[in-house]
C-alpha cells in the first residue's frame, strides 16, 4: 500500500502545482536520488515530480 499525504497549502507557483489543492490527498513516490538530502515528500505534478515541503503537508493514515 502506498503512503499517501494530504495537501495542507502549497507556497509553490506554476502549472506543475495546479492539483496540489488544500485537503486534495496524493501517493509518495520515491525521492530522486540527487535529492534525498531535502526535506520533504515527493508526488507527481501535472507531468512531473515535485517536492513538498514538510509543513504543506500531512501523513494520510
Avoid: C
Avoid at 499525504?5 to 496540489?20: T, Y
Avoid at 535529492?35 to 515527493?42: A, F, I, K, N, R
Amino acid at each position: 500500500m502506498k503512503q499517501k499525504i494530504k495537501i495542507r497549502r502549497v507556497n509553490a507557483v506554476g502549472e506543475q502545482f495546479k492539483d496540489l489543492t488544500p485537503n486534495s490527498i496524493h501517493d509518495i513516490i520515491p525521492t530522486p536520488k540527487q535529492y534525498e538530502h531535502l526535506d520533504g515528500v515527493w508526488v507527481w505534478g501535472k507531468t512531473e515530480a515535485v517536492r513538498i515541503l514538510p509543513k504543506e503537508y500531512d501523513y494520510v493514515k
